[in-house]
Nanobody
């Protein structure tokens, strides 16, 4: 089970930190987002060797971190832009990829609105 929190409304240029609490420790985890009328897109994922891959659209602005002891995944989002407005989902799966089909577990989502 994955439970996200931390979404909200923020002005462009502002910051938010999303959290994802997991009931089980999972090697491959990531964040996705989906804006109205658009497909779900990968934002960042952590691989088995702890390497991190960011989507080009968020590089240098978003930072993912993992608190293994508390099984919590974080997404620090800085310099937010209007295009970052979306529902953000935490996911756990079998590989670090932008393809949602490789993720078995999804959180309910948390809304991020940038104005």
């Amino acid at each position: 089970q994955l439970v996200e929190s931390g979404g909200g409304s923020v002005q462009a240029g502002g910051s938010l930190r999303l959290s994802c609490a997991a009931s089980e420790y999972t090697i491959y985890m990531g964040w996705f987002r989906q804006a109205p009328g658009k497909e779900r897109e990968g934002v960042v994922c952590i691989d088995s060797d702890r390497s991190i891959t960011y989507a080009d659209s968020v590089k240098g602005r978003f930072t993912i971190s993992l608190d293994c002891a508390n099984k919590t995944l974080y997404l620090q989002m800085n310099s937010l832009k209007l295009d970052d407005t979306a529902m953000y989902y935490c996911a756990a799966g079998t590989r670090c990829t932008w393809e949602p089909r490789w993720y078995n577990y999804w959180g309910q989502g948390t809304q991020v609105t940038v104005s």
